[in-house]
């Protein structure tokens, strides 16, 4: 039986962190058994914020490297970088004559980046769901594992495709928002302010790149408080997200341990001891990041390595953008 297309794109901004570990990739590497995976590197998405392309390329090849090392398997699924498939910029000029300024002006994306980069108001930016219907419907996929912020994206890649079918016939796919039934984790910020990022408060977030020191120090940093003040009292945010963080890394004795602890502890008799609770949560992560560390600097220190798993990427995801732009040329009829 033929498998279901996935495909989703990761952009190269900056240095993937355990929140796109935990919410993202971990995910892929689940899907590539089940489905027939196309999982890529945005990088033309990545020129609507960022320009400056000086760092561009190492992030790109890191990206691929960190993926690869957290477990995908470029045999397996088809790796590879937008801007070695011009068939998506292709459909992304037709889909882009299906799409309305009025709807463009009203994504929910759209208007937070004007306000973070209101001298730089691109019409890539106003575009963006529509390369990204691009990436999406050039390889005909069904399922789109993406998390909330996107779902608005995946909404409007469903539009465009609808309007196309309606428009030249019923020839693409609809796309969907997609993930295993168990919830997305979410990854808080060290610092008990929002979530995981890139771009924010770097000292609170746990970097896939980083060394072993800068991990342990970022956890004994991560914010805690005085302990609870009832026996089986809620957690506040920020201490859930240590105990989040214990349940993927550490065994679950341990996590059991510090379980137990949090719900003994009251005001007066706090038996729960953040500080010991940290320290092996840092162990638990170094172990669970050095390899992962490791790999993917030895697969980006290997640049022929990379060469060819990014070239044999490419092939994969060619193949089946070209029959789809065939399939989309000729139900609009440009055909000659
Ligand atoms: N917009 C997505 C993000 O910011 C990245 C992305 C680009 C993507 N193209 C895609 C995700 C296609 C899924 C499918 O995270």
Not at 162 to 169: D, I, W
Not at 171 to 194: C, H, Q, R, T, W
Request: with cysteine.
């Amino acid at each position: 039986m033929q498998k279901e297309v996935v495909v989703s794109g990761i952009r190269p901004t900056g240095f993937l962190h355990l929140g796109n570990y935990f919410g993202a990739m971990r995910n892929y590497v689940r899907m590539q058994n089940d489905y027939d995976c196309y999982f890529f590197v945005a990088n033309w998405h990545s020129l609507t914020t960022h320009p400056d392309t000086k760092e561009l390329k190492n992030s790109v090849h890191r990206v691929i490297a960190e993926n690869i090392a957290c477990g995908l398997d470029p045999e397996k699924v088809a790796l590879y970088v937008q801007s070695d498939v011009p068939e998506i910029a292709e459909l992304y000029l037709y889909l882009n004559m299906l799409s309305y300024k009025g709807e463009l002006e009203k994504t929910a994306t759209f208007k937070d980046k004007v306000r973070l980069q209101p001298e730089n108001v691109n019409a890539g930016l106003l575009t963006y769901p529509v390369l990204m219907a691009a990436d999406v419907i050039i390889q005909r996929a069904v399922k789109v594992p993406v998390g909330k912020d996107q779902e608005q994206h995946l909404e409007m890649a469903r539009n465009f495709a609808e309007r196309f079918n309606h428009r030249y016939g019923e020839v693409l796919p609809l796309p969907y928002a997609f993930n295993y039934g168990d919830e997305l984790i979410k990854i808080m910020s060290l610092d008990g302010n929002g979530k995981m990022s890139k771009s924010e408060n770097q000292l609170a977030t746990i970097f896939l790149a980083d060394d072993n020191d800068s991990i342990r120090k970022k956890i004994m940093k991560a914010k805690t408080d005085g302990g609870p003040a009832e026996p089986n009292s809620t957690k506040p945010d920020y201490i859930q997200n240590l105990f989040t963080l214990m349940k993927q890394v550490s065994t679950t004795d341990t996590l059991q341990k510090f379980e137990a602890d949090f719900n003994a502890s009251s005001t007066g008799n706090c038996i729960i001891r953040y500080g010991d609770m940290k320290k092996q949560l840092a162990e638990d992560m170094v172990q669970f990041i050095d390899p992962i560390r490791e790999k993917a600097a030895d697969i980006q220190n290997n640049q022929e390595l990379l060469h060819k798993l990014i070239k044999m990427g490419a092939e994969k995801a060619r193949m089946r953008a070209s029959e789809t732009l065939k399939i989309v040329r000729e139900a609009i009829g440009l055909n000659y």
